[in-house]
């Protein structure tokens, strides 16, 4: 009964955007929900909230004045400020107890963009050709302001939650590992504000071919970064008289060890299981090689055969690499100095320590110097909770059917890993399915398809809905 409701609803939330991602210039009515996401969404994304001269706290203090509106008391959200215009706002919408939280985590920052570079302003909502373009148009405005309009329409709706639903809006998060400020300070500083059971975060998403929605992407794991700065020192001198001791031949060998050198395979849960789901998409040689991957014996050849795609390589193992060289002072003199930076990505379910040791007897020079620029910050991956597993995937199914939920470990980093290190499972979903031709996070012109991002605001409503229920 309440599946055909919602089958029902779906198909005319549906139906009510058909021909609309195309370039009409008519957009169809929205519902009142819709149309209170939208006017969130688009004052929150026409707040600067660059670090050069934003404002997160002016972000916060919109938000929070639209949580007011639809009844929350002033006692139920705390803004912090830990650094003027760099506010992080947290809200608490209780629960009955008989679950444990969840979190709701977004940043409101957003990264640089000017004016000039951009074909309209960065900061106004253009809203045309079945887009929204401004800069946080999704990453990340459009979780933090879906977010907002959930809670809001929950409220007004009096539901009751089974558990606490934390939302946290933060900053600084485009700013790296910054323990000072956003989600990473909140750990440190505000842990039983934020405490809970599990928690959404951005990561995820859907992907479409050629405007159709083929998988879903939760991501539950990123690889961990860290740097590395190798030295080999000499006395140097006139290069007229060669010695043995050249530091760049010292140098150059080693790096040449390490480009030769794979690190060793290591699956975990997530990565088997994105291998064997991916093998859905996939025909052929490449669709056998995922699923003896998947089956956690894989041959030789068959990981031989899949390293050779930098995704999959990524995927299978950590990877170190040589990412900048600098040697000599002079053409004329033998160089004192080889200096070069390598770079590592370490899979979440690895041993810093092993990776270092390993890294290390690849290198294998006595006179060489190694030293961690960016010690890692480890992150464990999210296990595959059924619970969690069964609302995104039925969620999934009752929108978008036929289209597949894959776990993914993402090689780049988000402030999921602050949670996870403090024993937070986070899952990053969304429900908005874009183009991979499409991802402009971060670049020029970013943009989501209008009604997808109105359709991932109605999985995650539901989503967040069935999680408290
Ligand atoms: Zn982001």
């Not at 506010?87 to 000039?116: C, Q, Y």
């Not at 045309?128 to 879906?146: I, P």
């Not at 083929?214 to 006395?235: N, P, S």
């Not at 290198?363 to 059924?386: D, F, I, Q």
């Given at each position: ?5 919602h089958?029902?609803?779906v ?7 058909a021909?609309?991602a195309?370039?009409?210039t ?10 209170r996401?939208h006017d ?10 660059t670090?050069s001269v934003?404002?997160n706290?002016?972000a916060a203090r919109a938000l929070?004045?639209?949580l007011?509106a639809?009844?929350?008391k002033a006692d139920?959200m705390?803004?912090f ?6 506010g992080?706002l ?9 679950k444990?939280?969840?979190l709701l985590?977004?940043h409101?920052d957003v990264v640089?963009?000017?004016?000039e ?11 045309d050709d079945g ?9 990340d405005?459009?979780?933090?302001a879906?977010f907002?309009?959930?809670l ?19 900053s ?13 300070w909140l750990?440190n500083?505000?842990r ?10 951005e990561?995820?998403g ?14 539950v ?6 740097t590395?700065?190798?030295e080999?020192?000499?006395v140097?001198?006139?290069?007229s008289l060669p010695t043995a001791t050249?530091?760049v031949y010292?140098?150059?060998a080693a790096l040449?060890?390490?480009?030769a050198?794979?690190?060793p395979?290591k699956l ?11 093998a859905?998409?996939?025909?052929g040689?490449l669709a056998?090689?995922?699923?003896a991957?998947a089956?956690?014996k894989?041959d030789e ?7 050779r795609?930098p995704?999959?390589n990524a995927t ?7 990412t900048?060289v600098?040697a000599g002072h002079a053409?004329n003199?033998l160089p004192?100095s080889?200096?070069?930076?390598v770079n590592c990505?370490i899979l979440p379910?690895d041993?810093?320590a092993?990776?270092?040791a390993?890294l290390?007897k690849v ?6 110097t190694m030293?961690?620029?960016n ?5 464990p991956p999210?296990?595959l909770?059924?619970d ?14 036929g289209?597949?939920v ?6 780049g980093?988000?402030?999921s890993?602050?949670?996870r290190n403090?024993?937070i499972?986070i899952?990053?979903?969304s429900g ?7 991802a402009?996070a ?5 943009r989501?398809?209008i ?5 991932g605001?109605e999985?995650?409503?539901r989503?967040?809905k069935q999680?408290?229920?």
């Amino acid at each position: 009964m309440r599946l055909q409701r919602h089958r029902q609803a779906v198909a005319a939330t549906l139906l009510c955007f058909a021909g609309w991602a195309g370039a009409q210039t008519t957009a169809p009515a929205l519902t009142a929900e819709q149309q209170r996401f939208h006017d969130i969404y688009k004052e929150l994304v026409e707040i600067n909230t660059t670090d050069s001269v934003g404002n997160n706290t002016e972000a916060a203090r919109a938000l929070q004045k639209h949580l007011l509106a639809a009844g929350f008391k002033a006692d139920e959200m705390q803004l912090f400020e830990p650094f003027p215009r760099k506010g992080n706002l947290v809200v608490r919408f209780k629960g009955d107890g008989s679950k444990k939280p969840i979190l709701l985590l977004a940043h409101i920052d957003v990264v640089e963009a000017r004016r000039e570079d951009w074909k309209t302003d960065p900061f106004k909502l253009k809203e045309d050709d079945g887009y929204f373009t401004a800069r946080g148009s999704s990453d990340d405005k459009a979780m933090a302001a879906s977010f907002v309009s959930i809670l809001s329409q929950l409220r007004r709706e009096g539901f009751k939650p089974s558990r606490d639903i934390i939302l946290a809006l933060t900053s600084d998060e485009e700013l790296g590992d910054v323990p000072s400020n956003g989600a990473f300070w909140l750990v440190n500083h505000q842990r039983p504000l934020i405490d809970a059971e599990f928690g959404i975060n951005e990561g995820g998403g859907g992907q479409l071919n050629k405007g159709k929605p083929i998988l879903h992407r939760m991501q539950v794991a990123e690889k961990v970064y860290t740097t590395y700065k190798l030295e080999v020192r000499d006395v140097g001198g006139h290069s007229s008289l060669p010695t043995a001791t050249n530091p760049v031949y010292e140098l150059g060998a080693a790096l040449g060890r390490l480009g030769a050198y794979r690190f060793p395979v290591k699956l975990a849960e997530v990565t088997r299981t994105y291998f064997e789901r991916s093998a859905q998409f996939e025909t052929g040689q490449l669709a056998d090689d995922m699923r003896a991957v998947a089956s956690g014996k894989p041959d030789e050849a068959a990981v031989d055969r899949l390293s050779r795609t930098p995704l999959y390589n990524a995927t299978l193992r950590t990877t170190c690499v040589a990412t900048q060289v600098n040697a000599g002072h002079a053409e004329n003199a033998l160089p004192q100095s080889a200096k070069a930076t390598v770079n590592c990505r370490i899979l979440p379910h690895d041993d810093p320590a092993e990776v270092d040791a390993a890294l290390r007897k690849v290198l294998g020079s006595e006179r060489l110097t190694m030293v961690a620029s960016n010690p890692p910050l480890k992150s464990p991956p999210s296990p595959l909770r059924p619970d969690v597993m069964a609302v995104v995937e039925g969620l999934t199914q009752q929108m978008w059917p036929g289209v597949t939920v894959v776990p993914t470990m993402s090689t780049g980093a988000t402030d999921s890993r602050f949670m996870r290190n403090a024993g937070i499972p986070i899952y990053g979903v969304s429900g908005i399915f874009t183009e991979p031709s499409d991802a402009r996070a971060h670049g020029l012109d970013e943009r989501v398809a209008i009604p997808r991002l109105y359709e991932g605001r109605e999985f995650m409503y539901r989503m967040v809905k069935q999680f408290a229920q």
